[in-house]
């Protein structure tokens, strides 16, 4: 029997599944144990083992394969603990990252942000100048040499950045995405200095037009790609030398994994790790349960992510913004607020109350945990409210404490606000609610989509006990919330099903439609080039399927929509369909008529996407079905529990999942008990247990 193992390194739990392909999964949860966060993979490791019944030498040495996801990258770049980088850039073009294209102030920011003028402000930026430096060359728009590059100059450039102590290098050359030439050159003579030193090239990392883009994502691969080998590197050979045959693969933003050997080179596409794996999740189950459309909601500690599939799917961007940079990769659209189970409520200055974007995170965490914090968080109000038990979490091995619970709000919330602890928890929970809610209704609707067409799917450690709320007002069909063996593992679970995925672009603006001998040389060249990256993985592949597609703009527009190109042979009519796919995609988000050809089209980045499958089942098993509707072998007991401010305390029946089978139904109010997490069936509501074992809410 071989094993499929999936872990998910969040901000204040590990998570862990193992599968063996035959319809047995197992999962686990530890605390993420920062700065040294392999000490909890491998704890959630052996806590796997345990389950199964087997040593941690045997688990490990019957694993095809881990898929890792993992906050190190984006954890890296937000608190600013990254390598100190040099950046070369041609000769009078250093400062386009501290130009920031003019809109420096305002990327990132949200509308409410960018109206108020007097407090904009441009980021710190990436690098000191002193370590930026320029050199001598040219190439033009065609990728026409026309300067040839100085590497006496080079030299000393290198020289003077390894004098004053750089982890990294990026190189960054004017053009350098239509001709690499120079920058694998500079490369060369950077090594000829200083063998070990990392180099990354903008050529490489991101091969995109506009210059400023290029240059962030090309230092931030250099900030983040020594420190992730740091991780990387000794978690493989702990691995290894504890039994592990198969290769450690690592999450990328786009929804597919990547070897941990080449991970490091590519480290920016690693941003978004952890925010995939609920949405690939999401994706494998919805192929189970025959939904084509659904919004994945993940409550973590530290999160609240959504997410979005269409046509079975993920909805995918061709890049993201953090700390008001711009990064070149392609990525699942993930929304995400800091509206976790660990978020700090407080109120401000103007007495309003306020849940997050802080968190307790692993440590201390909340203040019922009892590590020493002494915030309130989201967790402290779900225990106050009777939502969770003093019991705890993790099957009892995480008691939870009352009194600093209470004790928290009542300093931080109840006291400033007038009101009881009872009402300031209560208002905390809604308030979570109502965030969440809003931000659901954004990532749905701006995308051009109505929520009624889709299929809400809960998970997470806090996300099946508000999933009922935030989902209310929303106007799905139904909630699915996913428990038996990934319950509160549901994204380590969405890494184990995933698959290799690679992609490879290139830019070259010009107008739409082109020729189609045009485009089957972009395309050509473009597949070639993931053959070869696929084969560098040196990991055997069940199938492998590619994806085309084109970002397109209207002429003077400044933002391009990813177009899929028809997987056909190209023709003389192939432009002409692409075009209709843009202006279609373009009106269903901008609204009907607001497609104008007579402006003219540009093509300005082709693409292609390579998915390899690993050949491994990981899917959810069915569960043996009850003798009918009625749950109540499950019933535990009942607790007073408050579910809404306007009815206050009742008692309300606790349901032990183990003992549902599919088929029950539950009326709310009601309180489902999982080992790892708590589902929350309020008044009104109908939990129904598939054939899967997941609870299915519905709206009466």
Known sequence: MSYALGIDVGGTFTDAVASDGAGRIVSAKTPTTPPHREVGVMRAIEDLAGELGIGVGELLSRTDYIAHGTTASINALVQGTVADVGLIATKGHRDAIYIMNAEGRTLGRSAHEIQDTLRQRKPAPLIPKHRALEVTERIDHAGKVLVPLDEDEVRSVARSLVDQG??????????????GTHEQRVRELIHEIAPDLYVT???????????????STTIMNAQIGPRLRMYLTPLQKQLEEGGLKGPLLVMQSEGGTITADRAPEHAITT?????SGGVIGGMRLAEQLGHRNVITTDVGGTTFLAGLIVDGEPVMAPGSIVNQFPINAATIRVHTIGSGGGALASVDAGGNLRLGPQSAEAVPGPACYGNGGTRPTNTDANLVLGILSERGLLGGRKPLRMDLAREAIREHVAEPLGLTVEEAAIAIHEVQNAQAGDLLRRAVVQAGYDPRDFVAYAFGGAGPAH????????????VVVPLGPVASAFSAYGLAASDIVLSAELSDPSAFPVDHTRLESHYARLEADLQRALDRQQVKFHDVTLQREIDLRYSMQVNELATAIPDTEFTERTGDEILERFEEQYERINGPGAGYREAGVQAITYRVRAKAGLGFPVVLPDVAPGDGPDPADALLKERSVCLDSQIGFVPTPVYDYARLRAGHEIVGPAIVDVPTTVVVVPAGITGRVDRLGNLVLSYQ
């Open 271 to 275: 941003v978004g790790s952890v925010l």
């Open 201 to 215: 090239l903008s050529s490489e990392v991101s091969p995109r037009i506009r210059e400023f883009s290029r240059t």
């Open 467 to 478: 999933c009922a709320g935030y989902c209310q007002d929303l106007g799905v069909s139904e």
């Open 166 to 179: 750089v982890e990294a290098i990026a190189v960054c050359l004017l053009w350098s995405f239509k001709n």
